[in-house]
């Protein structure tokens, strides 16, 4: 049975892409409720200024808190040299930087060209390499707009290729393929996913992080899957990421994963209708907020798990 | 470039399942867009008996109206020896009739077992074979629950192979999978269909009807695509098929398979800017009914359908 690493980064991506701040004590109800429920590593936030993203203030408090829950994975998203200090000294156990592969969207959301960004990934994996063994983080690099871009439009598969080994050269243990956009389709998945392990090398390429702004999330994760994907991030009830309006999502749902991986025959080691009641905290948090997700109220189909002769 | 069919199932599927009667005239107007969109099939209706489902009462006159459409097959519904008199009598080019493989299920359905279904399907092939070539209707027996039941749970795939090729030896021109329940998982998918062609042969299984009930529905047309299937079953905005809250629904949504479909190279032949139009065809007649779907909402990707270099 292969086991498959699922990444909640609701607490960061979703609660990021809405206006209003989740209550510090909800978050950890939160957290430790998915922790409890068997989800392997959750990103409980990010070192983006406060002054720009508010919702994001408490992310040393809540690393300090989520260390404390059995068997769980805390990390954390940094967009530069500075926020990878902050991460490093609040004791993330991974640390993610996102490189946006739109060079266009790179300048735009953080003033840095391909040149800069790589210059900051190598400080970071610097920074990363001088820890103690028992306080260094898994430092990885989310490829961005690896799919497709709102300013751009279609991004170079040579340049993602190209700009991956980059990483790696620099000092990233891992790279990972972002869906920023909702623009990726399964074949576009397989084929990059494809290229880039051929570059960087078996280990280097684990993970996908998907949105579900087409409704192809799933099916996009199901083509990752097949290609070795072991890593997939998504977010409890598809909660924030949505510019559009009612039915354009955010991360894809982490339950329905959960029921495909789970139906599937996949080890995910998550409990699933407990998985599903997390959803109420949320509810109660920000009852305001749609959340997503077809299986919880669907429920699990009958005799589930079982086979028939 | 692979051409994949579309099937559109909402008049029929989407309207059985929902309380109201779309007025005659929405209907018309509704398949005249959808066959202008450039879909290839549209199941207008069935032949249930009015009295069990007035939402169809009309089907004969849709028949008779979307013959007149350019280049449309059009598809209908017979539950029974006495519908597929109906059916042929009325001009339908395509019949499918249900046949569920969870025995249960088919006696509280249509109170008849596997035994007396058959009968029923020989009888069909019978009369089918009967018509002159000119008005000789295709002939599909749609494998309802293949994938799991609500009364039963899940189903037995060797029995699904072995009441595949019974509906075959009984005249049938085709089977199709349906995923009546919501249940299906691409792995289940890709075993189910790679075994029932195996037994029935090449040309005989060529067409899946998913439900999304769950969320998996693209991943599982996905893991069907890659096993050879060619046609698909939709329903436009998802159309009806929820006996849940928000979120559970029907059908596949046409507008999200037609761009999985398109994005990945396939050949559909539908205009899907047009295609999206015509849901407000069914928002102005049925103003209360949740359409689904994320691609119309998030709209096309920028330069969708160009490469970068």
């Known amino acids: 049975m292969t ?30 409720a998915e922790a409890a429920a068997g989800v392997p590593e959750i990103e409980v ?6 002054s720009l993203l508010p919702q994001m203030a408490d992310t040393a408090d809540l690393i300090a808190f989520a260390k404390g829950l059995e068997g769980l994975a805390v990390a954390a998203l940094v967009p530069n040299f ?22 266009t969207h790179s300048l ?3 003033r840095k060209d391909h040149a800069a960004m790589l210059a900051e990934i190598r400080a ?9 063994a028992d306080s260094r983080p898994h430092f990885e690099v989310g490829l961005a707009t690896a799919f497709g871009c709102t300013i751009e439009g279609p991004v170079s598969e040579a340049n ?18 972002s869906d920023t956009t909702g623009y990726a389709n399964p074949a576009q998945v397989r084929r990059l996913v494809r ?3 051929a570059e960087v090398g078996d280990g280097r390429l684990n993970t996908l992080h998907l949105h579900n702004t087409r409704g192809l999330g799933l099916a996009n994760a199901l083509a990752g899957l097949e290609e070795g994907i072991t890593t997939l991030d998504a977010s409890l ?23 495909m991986l789970e139906a599937m025959g996949y080890e995910t080691g998550i409990d699933l209708e407990k998985l599903m009641k997390v959803r109420a905290i949320i509810a109660d948090a920000l009852p305001d907020e749609p959340l997503y997700g077809f299986t919880p109220d669907a429920g699990l189909p009958l005799g589930f798990g079982k086979v028939a002769a």
């Open 160 to 177: 993602v290729v190209r700009l991956a080994a980059a990483a790696i050269e620099a000092g990233a243990v891992e790279v990972g393929l």
């Open 237 to 259: 009830g598809g909660l924030g990421g949505c510019p559009f309006a009612p039915g354009a999502s955010g991360n894809i749902v982490t339950e329905d994963l959960v029921f």
């Open 3 to 32: 086991r498959i690493h699922i990444s909640e980064v609701g607490p960061r991506d979703g609660l990021q892409s809405i206006d209003r701040v989740m209550p510090l004590e909800a978050k950890k109800a939160w957290i430790a």
């Open 108 to 110: 735009r959301n953080v």
């Open 45 to 50: 936030g990010s070192f983006v200024p406060p």
């Open 82 to 103: 500075k926020g990878a200090e902050r991460a490093i000294a609040a004791g993330a156990e991974k640390i993610s930087i996102p490189f946006s592969m739109s060079e």
């Open 195 to 197: 290229a880039v392990k």
């Open 124 to 132: 970071i994996a610097e920074l990363v390499a001088s820890q103690s």
